[in-house]
C-alpha cells in the first residue's frame, strides 16, 4: 500500500459556497491573508532594523589585509624558533605555513563568496523603481502598466541560478579546507645490531694486532669463550651463537607531520631534533671482524 501521509493543516480556510457572489469589503476566507501581510511586514522591519548594527560591525574587517599579514610574519618567527632544535627547521617552517595560509585562503573565499551574495540578496528590488514611476504618472498608466510577473510572484528559476553560482563555489571552498589539513604521526624503528660488547672486543683484538695493547681481562670475561673462539679463527658465526652476537634494538620515537593533497600520494616532513637517536652501523673493518652467512632467498 502506498505511504499515505497525514495532510498538513491549512492555513487559509476553503472559502466555500457563494465565493462567486463576493464583493469587495464581504466576508472571505483570504482575509486572513490581510493579518498575514501585516505580520510578515512587522517581521521584516524588525529584520531590516538589525542590519544597520551588523553591517557596521564589518568596519572593523577593513584592515583584514594588514592584520593577516602580521598574523603571517608572526606565526614565521613563532616556528622558526619553536622548531629550531629540529633537523628540518626550514622544511617544517616552510610546510606548516602552507597550510595555515591555504586554511585562511579558504576562509577568505567563504567570506567573499558570503559578502557577494548578501550584496546580491541586499539590492534594491527592480521593480520598484518602475512602479514608483508609474504611479507619478497617474492612475491611467498604472491601470494599463505591463508588468514582469515573475518580479511579482517571484522567481524560483532565478534563486536556483543564484543558489547553483553559490553551491559551485562553496565546492571550491571546501575542497580548499580539504587540503589545508594534516596530521602527526609517531614511528619507532627496530633494527638488528651488532651487540656494543662484542663491538668493544673486535676493536680491542685489532688494536692488539696493530700496537701490541693487550685485550683488557674484563673485556674477555664478557665474551663467551666459543664465540671468542670464533672471532679470533676469522670464522662464520654460527647460527646457536648468533644471540651472543646480536641484538634487536628500537629507536625513536620520530614524529612525522604527514599530508596528502587531493588524491594523491601522502608526503611527510619529520619532527624529530638534532640530538634524536639514529641507528648504529657497525662497519666491519679490520683483521677481525663479524662474519656472518649470507642468507639466499
Not at 567573499?112 to 512602479?131: G, K, M, N, T, Y
Not at 565546492?171 to 662484542?198: H, M, T
Amino acid at each position: 500500500m502506498a505511504d499515505r501521509r497525514p495532510k498538513a493543516g491549512r492555513r487559509i480556510p476553503p472559502s466555500g459556497e457563494g465565493r462567486l457572489r463576493f464583493q469587495q469589503g464581504d466576508v472571505h476566507a483570504l482575509d486572513v491573508q490581510l493579518d498575514e501581510a501585516r505580520n510578515v511586514k512587522e517581521q521584516l522591519d524588525t529584520t531590516a532594523a538589525q542590519l544597520p548594527d551588523l553591517l557596521a560591525s564589518l568596519e572593523q574587517f577593513q584592515q583584514t589585509p594588514a592584520r593577516l599579514a602580521e598574523e603571517d610574519d608572526a606565526l614565521a618567527t613563532f616556528l622558526g624558533e619553536h622548531y629550531s632544535d629540529r633537523k628540518h627547521v626550514e622544511h617544517i617552517q616552510a610546510t606548516l605555513m602552507i597550510f595555515r595560509r591555504k586554511r585562511a585562503l579558504a576562509r577568505l573565499l567563504a567570506a567573499e563568496s558570503a559578502l557577494r551574495l548578501a550584496l546580491e540578496l541586499l539590492a534594491p528590488d527592480p521593480l520598484i523603481p518602475h512602479l514608483v514611476e508609474l504611479l507619478q504618472a497617474g492612475s491611467g498608466p498604472v491601470a494599463r502598466a505591463e508588468i514582469d510577473r515573475e518580479q511579482l510572484t517571484g522567481s524560483p528559476r532565478r534563486l536556483d541560478e543564484q543558489l547553483t553560482h553559490v553551491k559551485v563555489r562553496l565546492r571550491e571552498i571546501q575542497a580548499a579546507f580539504g587540503q589545508s589539513n594534516g596530521w602527526i604521526d609517531i614511528q619507532y624503528v627496530r633494527k638488528e645490531r651488532v651487540r656494543p660488547i662484542v663491538v668493544q672486543y673486535i676493536t680491542a683484538l685489532n688494536k692488539q694486532r696493530e700496537d701490541g695493547t693487550p685485550v683488557p681481562v674484563e673485556l674477555e670475561r664478557e665474551i663467551d669463550p666459543e664465540l671468542a673462539a670464533v672471532i679470533q679463527a676469522r670464522k662464520e658465526i654460527p647460527e646457536r651463537l648468533a644471540p651472543l652476537v646480536y641484538e634487536t634494538v628500537s629507536y625513536g620515537p620520530y614524529p612525522f607531520f604527514r599530508w596528502r593533497e587531493g588524491k594523491g600520494p601522502i608526503y611527510a616532513v619529520s619532527l624529530a631534533d638534532t640530538s634524536v637517536e639514529m641507528p648504529e652501523r657497525f662497519k666491519m673493518g679490520g683483521f677481525f671482524a663479524i662474519r656472518r652467512r649470507k642468507k639466499h632467498t
